[in-house]
């Protein structure tokens, strides 16, 4: 009897689920960094052609959405190093779940760290106040993804409760 409840707990597909939590951690991720980065970086440039003495200013936006890639490194290698060849169905939809929230709200952060940082390098080019606003939001921003990293790390404390 209990080799049966092994098996319905422990199926030999539960990795998979946990491989595609570390799989979209790190991907979305890297795709909300990159696109933050990408859009961030084109305001850098156009803003750069009239003022190339706020070029530095302008990189903040830049770094901040390459953050966003290093909570989705982190959360994938904390997942990574919680396989095992036979682990229960529980822990791996845990592990599908924090990869992702922190990879959806890497995403969605990114995004929006992007918007805001290429709008706010150009207008902060024509008008200097703006600049601390933009940061403001820009760690509004940031925070999102803050959120999502929170949540993978307690899902992932969660998953190495679970046994076959």
Known sequence: MSALVATEYCPVYSPFFGV????SAI????????????KS???????????PDLIMKGVVPIIMAGIIGIYGLVVS?????????TMSLYAGFI????????????????FAVGIVGD??????????RLFTGMILVL?????????????????NTKASDAQC
């Open 77 to 85: 290698v904390l997942i990574g190093n919680g396989f095992s060849q």
């Open 95 to 110: 592990q599908l779940g924090a990869g992702l929230s922190v990879g959806l709200a890497g995403m969605a952060a990114g």
């Open 20 to 23: 595609m939590g570390a799989t």
């Open 139 to 155: 760690i509004f921003a940031e925070v999102l993804a803050l959120y999502g990293l929170i949540v993978a790390l307690i899902l």
């Open 41 to 51: 970086g084109v305001g850098l440039t156009s803003m750069g052609v009239l003022r």
């Open 27 to 38: 991907v979305f991720c890297c795709f909300g960094a990159a696109y933050g980065t990408a």
């Open 119 to 128: 709008a706010g390098v150009r207008a902060s080019a024509q008008q200097p």
